[in-house]
């Protein structure tokens, strides 16, 4: 830990690397860190936080369109899975495995940028 992070956690009571994992909880802590002002000028924070919010909302929109899809194919056809139910699944599961990865990266100190969401947080972070 350098001395710099090491008067940033003094200061503020946590430290950058915990505060980018912390943001990956849940969209919540994203959105705090965003307007706290401690963290909200720290581009580490920043990003991590809005890499968040851009994750979050691009899997709600994939996940909303397939269960739409299950929906509607449950009506035309019931059974037990149908294709559209493996892809949901595996969207959840690439999902939680993008979520820990993000989380694990920036407990470490890295900035892991997901493709076209991460640079798109990195230009709104000011990074």
């Not at 200061?11 to 915990?18: C, E, K, V, W």
């Not at 802590?29 to 979050?56: D, E, G, N, S, T």
Request: positive net charge; contains cysteine.
């Amino acid at each position: 830990m350098t001395d710099q992070n090491l008067a940033t956690a003094k200061r503020s009571g946590l430290h950058d690397n915990a505060a980018g994992a912390i943001a990956y909880i849940t969209i919540l802590p994203a959105i705090v860190f965003l307007v706290l002002p401690p963290y909200c000028k720290r581009p580490y924070v920043r990003f991590h936080a809005l890499q968040c919010i851009f994750f979050y909302f691009v899997t709600y929109i994939i996940t909303w369109f397939l269960n739409i899809r299950t929906m509607i194919s449950e009506l035309i056809a019931p059974s037990r899975y149908t294709p559209v139910d493996w892809a949901l699944l595996a969207v959840w599961t690439a999902w939680m495995l993008i979520w820990v990865w993000c989380a694990v990266e920036a407990v470490n100190g890295k900035r892991f940028k997901l493709p076209i969401i991460g640079p798109l947080a990195e230009k709104e972070a000011g990074v």
